[in-house]
């Protein structure tokens, strides 16, 4: 994991929709990024607090509420700057729709500090991950490689035996499932997935068994 101390992983479900929002730590800096903080910042603010990490990055794979709803929360309660492809800003303009769908009051949403880009290096020093942008899902979707870690944290793009659905607005399952089969099926098949929603995989489980990529 790295010589200069552990990684800190902790992934849990948020939200009414129950969306995996994940902490990823240093053990050595105590510092820590958190992907996806949908929902329930004061338990993501406790899970911190219990392993006495200092927030410096928020990421967001995409722009649909339960991955975004809390992150302005999450970046007032912390100062650390939110990540979000700016391709999903078409996402947070309806956000009134989304949170109707739901029956859920509209969260506040606002501009990314940053676009997070392919390629782009996000996350603390020593357990930084490199942004893969693969739309379909939602234009601006991306997943976060960790290579040393060999972990993937997909958002909606891939899931354990499913994808991620295409018949909201932004959607698309030609581009979806040319994301998967360029970007992330190429990845070592023993690295580890967290999806955006339900259990974990692997990419060669899925790459063998999953019925969408036949």
């Known amino acids: 994991m790295g010589e200069n101390g552990g990684m800190i992983l902790e992934t849990f479900p948020v939200g009414p929709l129950q969306c995996n929002c994940s902490i990823v730590g240093d053990e050595t800096t105590r510092e820590a990024m958190v992907i996806d903080p949908g929902e329930n910042i004061p338990t993501i603010l406790a899970r911190l607090a219990h392993h006495g990490l200092t927030l ?23 100062g650390a700057p939110i990540l979000m492809n700016e391709r999903d800003m078409e996402q947070l303009a309806f956000m009134n729709e989304q949170a109707a769908w739901l029956g859920v009051e509209t969260p506040e949403v606002g501009e990314p500090d940053v676009s997070a880009e392919d390629g782009m290096v996000v996350g603390i020093a020593n357990h930084a991950a ?66 955006g929603h339900g259990g974990a995989t692997t990419i ?11």
């Open 56 to 78: 410096k990055q928020i990421v967001v794979t995409h722009g649909h509420i339960d991955h975004v709803g809390g992150a302005i929360k999450l970046k007032r309660a912390t």
């Open 204 to 214: 060669e489980r899925e790459a063998k068994g999953n019925p969408f990529l036949r």
């Open 130 to 195: 490199q942004v893969i942008a693969t739309p379909g899902h939602t234009q601006g979707s991306i997943c976060l490689h960790f290579v040393p870690e060999q972990l993937l944290i997909a958002g909606d793009t891939l899931f354990a035996g499913s994808i991620g659905r295409t018949d909201l607005p932004g959607g698309n399952t030609r581009q979806i499932l040319t994301s998967i089969h360029d970007r992330l099926l190429t990845l070592p098949g023993e690295t580890k997935v967290i999806a």
